[in-house]
């Protein structure tokens, strides 16, 4: 029985997470870390982690950035992993990610779905068949009105896995719309699309001679993120201090 803290345990991902963790007999929910205190939970609730006196093998982020700096103190202190989910750190938070996995095991993914992390592995082998035969490598994303970025970070997460395999020998081209000009073969297209409540679909082109090969991934709720949370949690629960990420936990499946 893996036993987590849930950081951020009354937002939306925390209680999917909650969900999730109710229903899986190899996971619990001890302790959960809100300011907010509105949501019945089964588990006791701390307004700050530093409060936190329950004993956890790993920690499962979704708060906000405000919050990590205390958050990595706590789990280089306690000694206890933490599957990193929150986003919108500053590159001096970043650098404390990397200087705190020096003491604790931090796992951190662009996406925590067991799905799109098991395309990369995928797509890393397609592209070293693909690329050298000529084929055209595109990305359309598709996400909901609200969302504020674009390209995702999913959508580029899946254009470096093909990029590394290759040497990193492509460039990323995001608009054609300023330019009349062929295609560069060199080149990774990446389109996004904003509408409606899609919750995230993200498609991969090999675009050949007489032949197309696509790779799609499409999330029906947050709940795929969350499952793969709770899959990192159970991974890193007594790891070593190091950086992980979702291909870690693909790999020991």
């Not at 084929?135 to 970025?149: C, F, G, P």
């Not at 947050?222 to 949370?229: P, Q, T």
């Not at 990192?232 to 936990?249: C, N, R, S, T, W």
């Amino acid at each position: 029985m893996t036993r987590v803290i849930m950081n951020g345990c009354n937002g939306k991902m925390g209680q999917v997470i909650t969900g999730i963790c109710r229903e899986d007999p190899e996971v619990e929910i001890v302790a959960g870390i809100d300011v907010y205190d509105k949501v019945a939970n089964d588990y006791p609730v701390f307004s700050n982690i530093a409060q936190c006196d329950v004993q956890a093998d790993a920690i499962i982020d979704f708060s906000n950035a405000a919050a990590v700096d205390g958050l990595l103190d706590y789990c280089a202190d306690k000694q206890v992993p933490v599957v990193l989910c929150t986003t919108g750190l500053s590159d001096a938070q970043l650098e404390k990610v990397s200087e705190t996995a020096k003491k604790v095991a931090i796992l951190k993914s662009a996406n925590m779905s067991l799905g799109i992390n098991t395309l990369m592995e995928l797509l890393k082998k397609a592209a070293l068949v693909f690329a050298p035969a000529g084929y055209d490598m595109e990305i359309v994303e598709k996400h909901h009105n609200q969302k504020l970025d674009a390209p995702s970070g999913t959508a580029l997460a899946l254009a470096d896995s093909m990029n590394e395999a290759l040497d990193n020998a492509y460039t990323y081209k995001y608009d054609r719309s300023q330019e009349r000009a062929k295609r560069d073969p060199k080149e990774i297209g990446i389109s996004a699309v904003r509408g409606g409540n899609i919750v995230g679909e993200h498609e991969v082109i090999f675009a050949g001679m007489d032949e197309v090969i696509e790779f799609k991934h499409t999330a029906y709720s947050k709940g795929v993120f969350g499952k793969g949370a709770v899959e990192a949690a159970k991974f890193l629960a007594g790891k070593p201090a190091g950086m992980y990420d979702m291909a870690d936990v693909i790999a020991a499946k």
